[in-house]
């Protein structure tokens, strides 16, 4: 079999290679961010680090952690590390207490994140004369623009579809003929449960490859992707912090997801003691972006579980492959693609008069959706006899969630005290789909 | 005079209202009515008991959510036409009942009917003007 590359020099370096290229990125950055980002200056003389310390990529170890806490204690734009004139984007994700994570891009990362991407397309054997289909959200959310700009980067014609209006999104993939598709996995699903209930036949479609991630996803979901929708499905990895998508992809192999190691240093460390594992040993994911200009994020907790693969891939990439995470070791979940914490729920709540702060979020997979129930007890002051006006709490309660997170939740009124309690505080998350994969 | 109703929030499951019939009997209350309002998501159980002060204690103590709520509660007679003639004069006055459920009244062996309406305090002055008779909570205590 003959492997598709975008950048076959780059994604087949030798290791040695790479290696000294990786260093030589890390020197240079780490000069840079200790010039430019007051945050990472402190923390380098707290402990005694100078710039000049760093001489290899072994040297990586010798470097602090940076954490979600820290993109939002310097919100908005605190770690960038150049002028706000150097900078031509920025997007945000969902954070944890209402406060978003920020992230900007200069012209050159731009550039850097249309190469990753196209790597990403590419080694799915995406090439100019495909027609790219971006089913992501376009606007904060990186997924749709950063989708759509590998997709341009490799010269196809583009279709910034973004999310929603199945039926239209449908009749755009039967009448302009893309030949890949980028959506979350479960929008994937809905496309085809769209096309059964309409009895339009794939064969209509002219779909070839698709790249799907932001969400859990199995391997049954992929080989249904794969067979209702008649094409090869990829998996993708990505966070914003570091780039957004283009971080980690699938080759055609399908087994684990290599890394544009170029770029990203990917570390697997114990969560507890902050030191690096073994290859094959399940850990904390900690991303080092060697090359952004705006937002140079050194050793990123990402709090994903995840692990380094042993050995070499098939395809002739010399990239590390990352086997995708399993868990995560807080307590955020991905619904629908978005980013939920259970304390934005919390805070949502807190802001209403009269609703407990017990609360618990159940997760649901029905059909190929994402169903977030939200339970809220009830108290007295809040309780009325009529049942209209608690229908308007409910739907007030709903409406508040669906702003913060983007998200429709249900919103069911509970009896007090009837979530389960874990030592004192309630259990807050039950999340029923299977779970897996990122 | 208006008479006091106690209310309480109930979830659509299984044994939810035994809940509430379990405490008061436990606490040696009467029903002396029942209503049940119910939507796709929860309930809202309406009781009128002889021991108001026992019912809400022993409720609150089950960590149930309790209000009271004021109601009219309308002696008729067990004659066609009766009730008719009450709601008649509540809307010739513009006044609208939000809810109503009934019992069979020892007292004068006629029926009661609690009524909650847009506005109690009209709605009563109304039903009184035109000589309807009206129970107050030592009618119900027997
Ligand atoms: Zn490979």
Known sequence: MSYHYYNEAAETMPREDLRRLQGERLCTMVKRVYENVPMYRARFDDIGLRPED???????????FTYKQDLRDNYPFGLFAVPMEEVVRVHASSGTTGKQTVVGYTANDMKLWGEVMARTLGA??????????ISYGYGLFTGGLGGGLGSETIGCATIPASTGNTRRQVTIMQDFKPTFLLATPSYALTIAEFMDQNGISVNDLSLKAGFFGAEPWTENMRREIERRLNLKAYDIYGLSEVIGPGVAYECECQNGLHVNEDHFFLEIIDPETGEQVPDGTEGEIVFTCMTKEALPIIRYRTRDVGMRMKGECECGRTFVRMIKPAGRTDDMLII???????????????????IAPFFQMIVEREGNLDKLTVLVELTEET?????????????????????????????????????????????????????VNF | MLLKQISVFVENRRG??????????????????????????????????DKRKDALNALRNNNMTVIESDVVALAVDDTP?????????????????????????PINGGATIILKCDDQEKALGCLTAKGFTLLTADDIKF
């Open chain 2, 81 to 105: 036409g009766a009730l008719h003639a009450a709601l008649t004069a509540l809307s010739d006055s513009d006044i609208m009942v939000e809810y109503s459920y009934g019992f069979v009244s």
């Open chain 1, 54 to 64: 760093i001489r290899s990529i072994d040297d990586i170890t010798k470097l602090p």
């Open chain 1, 336 to 354: 629908r693609g978005v980013n939920v914490f259970p304390s934005q729920i919390e805070s949502v709540l807190m802001e209403m008069e009269g």
């Open chain 1, 383 to 435: 309780f009325t006899d009529e049942v209209r006006k608690l229908e308007a709490i409910s739907r007030k309660v709903t409406d508040a969630i669906h702003s913060v997170l983007g998200i429709a939740a249900k919103v069911r009124l509970v009896e007090p005290k009837s979530i389960e309690r874990f030592e004192g505080k309630a259990k807050r998350v039950i999340d029923k789909r299977t779970q």
């Open chain 1, 124 to 133: 799915g054997g995406v090439t100019r004369a495909d027609i790219g289909h």
């Open chain 2, 16 to 49: 939810a209202v035994r809940d509430i019939t379990s405490a008061l009997l436990e606490a040696g209350v009467n029903i002396r009515a029942i209503s049940i309002a119910d939507t796709a998501e929860f309930g809202i159980v309406r009781l009128i008991v």
